[in-house]
C-alpha cells in the first residue's frame, strides 16, 4: 500500500433501524464513534452518509460483517454485504468488512465498566451504542492491518 500523510477510515455497523458510524486514523490506530444515522428509506441514509463523507474524506470505508456465532453467514449478513457494495458504488471507495460478531458484546462491556449497568442502558436506548459499535469495528481493522 502506498504511503499517504494520513488514511481517514468510516467504519459501519450497519442496521435496518440504524447505521452507527465511527471515525479513525490509520496511522494511529484510534477510532472515535460519531453519530447514528437514522433515515427511514435507503437513499436517506446514503444521502447523510454522503454528508459524513464530504467531512471527513476518507481514504477506505469499513463495514461490520454479521455472522452467526458458528461464522456462518445469515440474512443480515447478506443485507451488511449490499450496504458495502452500495458504498462501494456510491462513493468509489475502497470498501473493507471485518467480522463483527462480538462487537456489540465488546460496547456493551466497555459501557459498564465506564458508566455502569443503568447508564449503559440508557445509552442502548439513546442508540449511541451503535456509533461504539462502529468504533469497535474500526478498532479490530486497524488490529487486523497493524504493520
Do not use: C
Amino acid at each position: 500500500m502506498p504511503e499517504q500523510a494520513a488514511r481517514t477510515v468510516l467504519a459501519f455497523d450497519f442496521g435496518l433501524q440504524r447505521v452507527g458510524v465511527a471515525v479513525g486514523e490509520a496511522e494511529t490506530g484510534t477510532a472515535h464513534p460519531l453519530q447514528v444515522v437514522v433515515a427511514q428509506t435507503q437513499p436517506g441514509r446514503l444521502t447523510e452518509i454522503e454528508r459524513l463523507v464530504k467531512e471527513w474524506k476518507p481514504n477506505l470505508l469499513v463495514v461490520g460483517r454479521p455472522l452467526g456465532e458458528d461464522g456462518a453467514p445469515h440474512e443480515m449478513t447478506r443485507r451488511a454485504e449490499k450496504f458495502a457494495r452500495q458504498l462501494n458504488g456510491r462513493f468509489r471507495l475502497p470498501v473493507e468488512m471485518v467480522d463483527e460478531r462480538y462487537s456489540s458484546a465488546e460496547v456493551e462491556s466497555r459501557m459498564r465498566a465506564a458508566y455502569g449497568k443503568r447508564k449503559t442502558a440508557d445509552l442502548a436506548r439513546g442508540k449511541t451504542l451503535d456509533s461504539h459499535a462502529a468504533q469497535v469495528i474500526l478498532e479490530q481493522y486497524f488490529g487486523e492491518h497493524a504493520s
